[in-house]
């Protein structure tokens, strides 16, 4: 199933209007273009949980030992520069830039861009929509970002003013210099 879009052209939701409704409808998972289009994103199987779950902890992990900065699951909310409120998978923000938010939109869809972010793309995504996204990303600031295609057992990894690099899942992902000796190696996916 695609991501439904519901067109805003009749009305306008400020953002603490929209904040206000993502948590009154909590089962659900929005986002928001820059066009101001609400998007509910379809769940996901457990299949793609489990990778998110484990792309998650090896960030969150990698994290606390260096303590470089702060991690994000996929329920945390981002409003862009260009208006948009963008959930990736997975996102970590350099922590002197984290700590210079204020705490009050910390507590809300925190206005930054994270300096890297991780999509996954699950049976019910458009890998043509995803890289879309990750451009996105790009344009709004992001350094370094992973689009992970467990089902073609491929990763897009987008940096500001570069090609896309495709690389397959026998090649080891690295933070480059964005995450100092973080990797990622996905040889463990052919047991799944």
Not at 25 to 31: H, V
Not at 44 to 71: E, I
């Given at each position: 199933m695609d991501t439904i879009v519901l067109k805003t052209e009749a009305f306008t939701l400020t953002e603490e209007e929209f904040f206000n409704f993502c948590q009154q409808n909590r089962e659900l998972r929005f986002?928001?273009?820059?066009?101001?289009?609400?998007?509910?994103?379809?769940?996901?199987?457990?299949?793609?949980?489990?990778?998110?779950s484990l792309v998650n902890s090896l960030l969150a992990n990698w994290n606390l030992k260096f303590r470089l900065g702060f991690t994000f699951d996929s329920n945390s909310g981002f409003t862009l520069p260009n208006g948009s409120m963008r959930s990736p998978d997975a996102a970590w923000i350099k922590r002197e830039r984290y700590l210079q938010i204020d705490i009050y939109d910390r507590k809300k869809f925190t206005h930054i861009c994270p300096d890297f972010i991780i999509e996954l793309k699950s049976e019910s995504d458009s890998l043509k929509q995803l890289k879309l996204k990750m451009e996105e990303w790009l344009e709004n600031g992001c350094r370094l970002a992973w689009l992970i295609d467990f089902e073609e057992r491929k990763t897009y990894v987008y940096k500001p003013q570069r090609d896309i690099l495709e690389l397959s899942f026998h090649e080891k992902l690295t933070g480059e210099d964005v995450l100092p000796g973080f990797e990622m190696d996905f040889t463990f996916v052919d047991e799944v």
């Amino acid at each position: 199933m695609d991501t439904i879009v519901l067109k805003t052209e009749a009305f306008t939701l400020t953002e603490e209007e929209f904040f206000n409704f993502c948590q009154q409808n909590r089962e659900l998972r929005f986002e928001k273009d820059k066009e101001q289009n609400i998007l509910i994103m379809s769940p996901t199987g457990s299949l793609s949980g489990y990778y998110n779950s484990l792309v998650n902890s090896l960030l969150a992990n990698w994290n606390l030992k260096f303590r470089l900065g702060f991690t994000f699951d996929s329920n945390s909310g981002f409003t862009l520069p260009n208006g948009s409120m963008r959930s990736p998978d997975a996102a970590w923000i350099k922590r002197e830039r984290y700590l210079q938010i204020d705490i009050y939109d910390r507590k809300k869809f925190t206005h930054i861009c994270p300096d890297f972010i991780i999509e996954l793309k699950s049976e019910s995504d458009s890998l043509k929509q995803l890289k879309l996204k990750m451009e996105e990303w790009l344009e709004n600031g992001c350094r370094l970002a992973w689009l992970i295609d467990f089902e073609e057992r491929k990763t897009y990894v987008y940096k500001p003013q570069r090609d896309i690099l495709e690389l397959s899942f026998h090649e080891k992902l690295t933070g480059e210099d964005v995450l100092p000796g973080f990797e990622m190696d996905f040889t463990f996916v052919d047991e799944v």
